[in-house]
């Protein structure tokens, strides 16, 4: 990620829990319909900010990996999350997981892959982690909405937007070829529409680490 979407981030830290974020609630909702039974888990969860899942996952798997390159926004998350089973460690997605190869159960993005030029080198990173046959979850923002102009972007009280974080558009055929190539199979695609709205606000993709 870009030194500037770091620092966007840990700047949006003091008040990304508190400012209406449709796109934020949503995908936590979201995220109870997608999820596979985490009993005896180990999860890794890339682009935990600030924690806003980090308690579910934590308090349903056997171990959670926290990764995030915004330090603001991981003292939010160690502050509100404490649990014994959460490691913490602030980390690029770009470069190398401090994880050791086949250690994970589940790798999960939540908007976050909308601040990756290219996804290709994170998935990589992904099957590195994994074992054989484990999942790669991601819930990320719809790209149609990016092709309208929106984004993930740090508000004021009264709605007026004071900075766009920086978005890269990605759609569900580059994830797709993204997963392909770095070892993945895809299991599912599904799109995620608000209520008494026409165009979708999230999509979400399922892959599987393939065994050979």
């Not at 990173?125 to 102009?149: C, Y």
Request: hydrophobic content about 40%; proline content about 5%; charged content about 20%.
């Amino acid at each position: 990620m870009p030194t500037t979407i770091q620092s966007a981030y840990d700047r949006w830290s003091h008040t990304y829990d508190i400012q209406k974020n449709p796109t934020r609630d949503m995908d936590a909702a979201v995220l109870e319909h997608i999820l596979p039974d985490l009993t005896g888990l180990i999860v890794v969860e890339a682009g935990c900010g600030t924690g806003k899942n980090s308690g579910r996952l934590a308090a349903a798997s056997h171990h959670l990996i926290a990764l995030d390159l915004s330090e603001g926004m991981m003292a939010v998350a160690r502050r509100k999350v404490q649990a014994n089973n959460i490691g913490w460690a602030r980390c690029d997605l770009n470069q190398p997981w401090p994880l050791a190869g086949n250690t994970a159960d589940l790798v999960i993005f939540n908007l976050v892959l909308e601040h990756i030029e290219y996804p290709a080198p994170v998935f990589a990173q992904a099957a590195h982690v994994l074992h054989p046959g484990g999942l790669l979850l991601l819930s990320e923002f719809h790209p149609i909405r990016l092709t309208d102009g929106k984004g993930a972007q740090i508000t004021a009280e009264n709605g007026q937007i004071l900075e766009f974080v920086g978005s890269f558009r990605h759609d569900a055929q580059e994830f797709r070829t993204a997963a392909s190539i770095t070892g993945f199979t895809l299991l599912e695609t599904k799109e995620w529409t608000p209520e008494e709205e026409e165009r979708p606000l999230l999509l979400t993709m399922r892959f599987q680490k393939r065994l050979t």
